[in-house]
């Protein structure tokens, strides 16, 4: 049994931390730190959650003095740098402060001046089909984004085939926060799709880390609380038969837990809703050589809260699948 927090336990990735981890088999939650709303009960503001626990703001002596084994930090970007330093324990930040190896990047990305690079040079990208055996060994994990998540895994594997990549993405309203324009006015998005940051979005750079080719990445918000697809267009080297791409996707990601290969069907975001599950899938190759491939995953899970939780599991030894292989249904 190890004891973790959660600082910005209230928004929708703390509140998703918050009901994967009160399940979870082999942790105490004890930190629901919330500074706008301490003292308050959870239930007050999500009334689906069942207990009578209320949100903390522990002082960062007190969180210490608690002898936490882990922080989850669900905190909006460029803060996360400024309270890790303060912090006995394993990180796993939610943010893209330490998701950047290089800091001049995230510094132009981001539009600010990043003060903890000594715990950025120690930090791992927490994306465990990549990197499970440094986030074994890992104090600090930067938890991907949640387009990174799913565009990243959907292209890897055929790098060595691509010349060029178009990732073209739709998600759920929830990647914009609980204060965002669409969660205030739901009208903006009803019956709608906004297409936004055509060619500057901040993951686009964060994806741009893992993928070899050229790429291209568009976002777009459609009318559903949470879930993501991303259409990946690659465009290939040279002719090759579509079952050896689907042989060369099965074969890399044949021990990953969270991981499916769809060859019958073009996956939907339905089918990983309320789960950390990533589906890919469709791999049809037009007359142009352009492959085309299909993921999905939930936004808010294998995007974010779940993701962070298998993070946990591995840095912790724990089973990686403890505590998520069932989540809340609709």
């Given at each position: 049994?190890?004891?973790?927090?959660?600082?910005?336990?209230?928004?929708?990735?703390?509140y998703?931390?918050?009901?994967?981890l009160?399940?979870?088999?082999?942790?105490?939650?004890?930190?629901?730190?919330?500074?706008s709303?301490?003292?308050?009960?959870?239930?007050?503001?999500?009334?689906?959650?069942?207990?009578?626990?209320?949100?903390?703001?522990y002082?960062?002596?007190?969180?210490?003095?608690?002898?936490?084994?882990?922080?989850?930090?669900?905190?909006?970007h460029?803060?996360?740098?400024?309270?890790?330093?303060?912090?006995?324990?394993?990180?796993?930040?939610?943010?893209?402060?330490?998701?950047?190896?290089?800091?001049?990047?995230?510094?132009?990305?981001?539009?600010?001046?990043?003060?903890?690079?000594?715990?950025?040079?120690?930090?791992?990208?927490?994306?465990?089909?990549?990197?499970?055996?440094?986030?074994?060994?890992?104090?600090?994990?930067?938890?991907?984004?949640?387009?990174?998540?799913?565009?990243?895994?959907?292209a890897?594997?055929?790098?060595?085939?691509?010349?060029y990549?178009?990732?073209d993405?739709?998600?759920?309203?929830?990647?914009?926060?609980?204060?965002?324009?669409?969660?205030?006015?739901?009208?903006?998005?009803?019956?709608?799709?906004?297409?936004?940051?055509?060619?500057?979005?901040?993951?686009?750079?964060?994806?741009?880390?893992?993928?070899t080719?050229?790429?291209?990445?568009?976002?777009?918000?459609i009318?559903?609380?949470?879930?993501?697809?991303?259409t990946?267009?690659?465009?290939?080297?040279?002719?090759?038969?579509?079952?050896?791409i689907?042989?060369?996707?099965?074969?890399?990601?044949?021990?990953?837990?969270?991981?499916?290969?769809?060859?019958?069907?073009?996956?939907?975001?339905?089918?990983?809703?309320?789960?950390?599950?990533?589906?890919?899938?469709?791999?049809e190759?037009?007359e142009?050589?352009?492959?085309v491939?299909?993921?999905?995953?939930?936004?808010l899970?294998?995007?974010?809260?779940?993701?962070?939780?298998?993070?946990?599991?591995?840095?912790f030894?724990?089973?990686?699948?403890?505590g998520?292989?069932?989540?809340?249904?609709?």
């Amino acid at each position: 049994m190890i004891k973790v927090g959660i600082l910005g336990a209230a928004g929708y990735t703390g509140y998703e931390l918050v009901k994967i981890l009160k399940k979870h088999p082999q942790v105490e939650l004890v930190v629901l730190n919330s500074r706008s709303l301490a003292d308050k009960k959870v239930s007050d503001i999500n009334g689906d959650y069942p207990d009578d626990d209320v949100f903390t703001n522990y002082s960062f002596d007190e969180i210490n003095r608690l002898k936490i084994d882990c922080m989850f930090l669900a905190l909006p970007h460029a803060s996360s740098y400024s309270y890790v330093p303060k912090l006995n324990c394993k990180i796993i930040d939610l943010s893209a402060d330490y998701r950047f190896k290089d800091i001049r990047t995230y510094e132009a990305v981001y539009d600010v001046r990043h003060t903890d690079k000594i715990n950025n040079k120690k930090a791992v990208y927490g994306l465990p089909e990549l990197f499970r055996e440094e986030i074994k060994k890992a104090e600090i994990i930067a938890n991907p984004g949640c387009y990174a998540t799913c565009c990243i895994l959907s292209a890897y594997p055929v790098m060595k085939f691509a010349k060029y990549v178009l990732f073209d993405c739709k998600s759920g309203w929830s990647g914009a926060g609980r204060n965002s324009l669409y969660a205030n006015d739901p009208t903006t998005i009803r019956d709608n799709l906004v297409a936004y940051k055509l060619t500057g979005h901040r993951h686009g750079p964060e994806i741009k880390q893992f993928i070899t080719a050229e790429m291209s990445f568009t976002p777009h918000v459609i009318n559903t609380f949470e879930g993501m697809m991303a259409t990946t267009h690659v465009l290939l080297k040279d002719s090759i038969d579509r079952e050896e791409i689907i042989k060369l996707y099965r074969d890399f990601y044949h021990d990953e837990p969270f991981v499916r290969i769809i060859a019958n069907k073009i996956p939907e975001i339905k089918d990983v809703a309320f789960t950390n599950f990533c589906h890919i899938g469709g791999f049809e190759i037009d007359e142009h050589n352009r492959l085309v491939i299909v993921s999905v995953i939930d936004n808010l899970l294998k995007g974010a809260s779940g993701q962070a939780v298998q993070n946990m599991n591995i840095m912790f030894g724990f089973d990686e699948k403890s505590g998520l292989e069932f989540l809340r249904t609709k």
